[in-house]
Nanobody, 125 residues
Framework: QVQLVESGGGLVQAGGSLRLSCAAS????????MAWFRQAPGKEREFVAA????????VYAVSVRGRFTISRDNAKNTVYLQMNSLKPEDTAVYYC??????????????????WGQGTQVTVSS
């Protein structure tokens, strides 16, 4: 089992940047593919980005491609989400998730085994 704790959320103006971090503890971090999801009020949780166990393969939602970058540091047991050119529609609670199938990058909530508690990102216009 792995425990996940997100940090780095906050309030930012449109066009600004934030970097989210997700620290993992428990089992070996490199055993997991990692992902970020987000959930806005009244909406379903949606996929943002995912990264395989080594960091060599990444996938993104169309809505964030070119603005967000997912990365990981296995030595620090941490996955990151660099968010640039933020828009008000990026406002949501952001969650990191871990999948024991470390080489297949899934885009669905049901594809992930472990979740963090979330961190709020608010983008003002």
């Amino acid at each position: 089992q792995v425990q996940l704790v997100e940090s780095g959320g906050g309030l930012v103006q449109a066009g600004g940047s934030l970097r989210l971090s997700c620290a993992a503890s428990g089992r070996t971090f490199s055993n997991y593919a990692m992902a970020w999801f987000r959930q806005a009020p009244g909406k379903e949780r949606e996929f943002v980005a995912a990264i395989n166990w080594s960091g060599g393969v990444t996938v993104y939602a169309v809505s964030v491609r070119g603005r967000f970058t997912i990365s990981r540091d296995n030595a620090k047991n941490t996955v990151y989400l660099q968010m640039n050119s933020l828009k008000p529609e990026d406002t949501a609670v952001y969650y990191c998730a871990a999948d024991e199938t470390r080489t297949v990058l899934r885009r669905t909530v049901s594809g992930y085994d472990y979740w963090g508690q979330g961190t709020q990102v608010t983008v003002s216009s």
